[in-house]
């Protein structure tokens, strides 16, 4: 089971986040703008993606940069909610902690 947690929840993560970008279909912009901003706003769900599947291959490089990538937010949404930080950075967190305790506790 801690073998697919982490990459279940991963998975999960980028999904929420990427929910986030349907509000770029919203508005009086024409539509090619409207793609564009849809793309734009997938871009942190793209990055994950690729954390990911480092993670899947590599765990510590992986782990290591999804907490990474909570870090970078919490410095980049300074003084936002504490619920921003703990719906995004937490998540964040959480997988790259997972992939390490599944790394030393699974060792093959």
Sequence with gaps: ?????????????????????????????????????FFIHLLPSFVLI????????????????FIAGGIFYIFLAWGESIWAFVFISGPAFLVGGLFILDKYLNKK
Aim: charged fraction near 10%; aromatic fraction near 22%.
């Design 1 to 37: 089971m801690l073998y697919w947690a982490p990459r279940i929840l991963g998975i999960l993560f980028i999904a929420f986040l990427s929910l986030f970008a349907m509000d770029s279909f919203f508005g009086d912009s024409p539509w090619y703008a409207k793609i564009i901003g």
């Design 50 to 65: 690729v954390f990911l599947v480092m993670a899947w291959k590599k765990y510590l490089l992986g782990s290591l940069m």
